[in-house]
Each structure stands twice: as C-alpha cells, then as structure tokens.
C-alpha cells in the first residue's frame, strides 16, 4: 500500500449569499465583557460601546453590531431577531458576529491573495485589523 502525500487541502464552502456563515456557540461565555470589546474594536466602534448593554433590558450594542454585520455583509434577518437574539442569547450573539467578521476577512484575504502575486503581504494587511480580536 502506497501512501501519497495530500497536494490540496480541502476548501471551504462559499459563504452562501443571505445567511451566517456559523451558528452560535458556547465559548463566549467566558471572559465575555473582554470579548465584546475585541470584537467591537475589529468592527472599528469604540471599546468601550458594549459597556452601553448592562443600562436596560435590551442591549444597545449587542444589537447595533448585529445590525452592521449584517447589513455589511447582506445577511437575512430584521431588528426582531437581532433582538431576540441580543437579548435572548447574548453572549452567543457575540460570538456569532465575531466568527463572522473572521471568517468573511479570511475569505477576502484569500480571494485577494489569489489573484495577486505576493499573497503573504496581502494576507497580512487584509487580517491586520482583527488580529486578536476573535477568541476562536
């Protein structure tokens, strides 16, 4: 039996147009008000802004982010479920908007980085900005 190296590995599928590209997971649970602030530091708000979700019953920040995410990247869904979900499930919340902002900068980086001759630079400015923004 001959073993053969692997030449490619697998890709990831394509974002589908309209939908998260994750669901929700249980990691943000912990550390949660330093990772709201990582994340709403790589969207390019203020730090501090998830600070404005502990003033009322339902969380300012949490939802603004969700909002912009998906408006950014034409994600279906209204103010109703970015409430239900911001309030409901918060720390999952973040967490899903966090691996989405990777996930969609990785793909662009390597989108880029294949039509251009020298990908290792264009990798690194395209990530630069969420460097050690995402826990995951």
């Given at each position: 039996m001959s073993r053969r190296p692997i030449q490619t590995q697998p890709q990831s599928r394509g974002h589908e147009g309209g939908q998260w590209s994750t669901g929700l997971c249980c990691f943000a649970l912990c550390c949660l008000p330093v990772f709201t602030c990582k994340v709403t530091s790589a969207v390019g708000a203020c730090p501090c802004l998830p600070l404005l979700d502990c003033i009322g019953c339902v969380p300012p920040a949490s939802l603004a982010m969700r909002a912009s995410v998906r408006e950014r990247?034409?994600?279906?869904?209204?103010?109703?479920?970015?409430?239900?979900?911001?309030?409901?499930?918060y720390p999952l919340s973040w967490l899903q908007i966090s691996r989405e902002?990777?996930?969609?900068?990785?793909?662009?980086?390597?989108a880029s980085s294949s039509s251009s001759s020298s990908s290792?630079?264009?990798?690194y400015s395209a990530l630069t900005s969420l460097q050690g923004a995402h826990l995951v």
């Open positions: 990247y034409g994600i279906k869904g209204s103010v109703w479920s970015d409430c239900l979900y911001g309030c409901c499930c902002l990777k996930r969609r900068a990785a793909a662009a980086a390597q290792s630079s264009v990798r």
